[in-house]
């Protein structure tokens, strides 16, 4: 399974009502029900608030907290990543970081990526779960 950026802040920045899902969805990672992948762009996403805050100390936690996490893989963005994300960035008009979610989706050969952007799609081999409907209300 793998994760937009936003699920990770919603579960580090305790934002409700989503922060219990994105607990959950992290605590089947960790106890092994589940594979998980983040991209190293996605990291940078989520270190971005606390870096812009001047947090540093809270950069390096989340990326220590993170890079930790037993079942968590932070995946690389090598360049043949690249011509996959501008296909996806051309075709489906979305952006940069966006595009880059769903092209490591695909290179981790994960089923799913969870995100809570609802201008994301899924493909035939690839679905999107949005965490809105993981959360209950």
Same mark, same amino acid.
């Given at each position: 399974?793998?994760?937009?950026?936003?699920?990770?802040?919603?579960?580090?920045?305790?934002?409700?009502?989503?922060?219990?899902?994105? +607990?959950? =969805?992290?605590?089947?990672?960790?106890?092994?029900?589940?594979?998980?992948?983040?991209?190293?762009?996605?990291?940078?996403?989520?270190?971005?608030?606390?870096? %812009? %805050?001047? $947090?540093?100390?809270?950069?390096? +936690?989340?990326? *220590?907290? =993170?890079?930790?996490? /037993?079942?968590?893989?932070?995946? /690389?963005?090598?360049?043949?990543?690249? &011509? *996959?994300?501008?296909?996806? %960035?051309?075709? %489906?008009?979305?952006?940069?970081?966006?595009?880059?979610?769903?092209?490591?989706? +695909?290179?981790?050969? &994960?089923? &799913?990526?969870?995100? $809570?952007?609802?201008?994301? +799609?899924?493909?035939?081999?690839?679905?999107?779960?949005?965490?809105?409907?993981?959360? /209950?209300?």
């Amino acid at each position: 399974m793998a994760l937009d950026s936003n699920v990770l802040v919603y579960l580090l920045e305790a934002v409700e009502p989503w922060a219990g899902a994105a +607990r959950q =969805l992290l605590t089947a990672i960790e106890e092994g029900h589940v594979a998980g992948i983040v991209s190293s762009v996605g990291l940078a996403e989520v270190l971005a608030g606390p870096a %812009r %805050r001047g $947090n540093l100390a809270l950069v390096e +936690r989340y990326t *220590d907290e =993170l890079g930790g996490m /037993p079942g968590l893989r932070i995946f /690389p963005f090598p360049p043949d990543l690249a &011509a *996959d994300v501008a296909v996806i %960035r051309g075709v %489906r008009g979305i952006g940069l970081a966006d595009a880059i979610h769903l092209a490591t989706a +695909r290179a981790a050969n &994960a089923t &799913a990526l969870v995100t $809570n952007d609802h201008s994301l +799609r899924g493909s035939p081999k690839l679905e999107v779960v949005y965490l809105d409907d993981l959360t /209950p209300g």
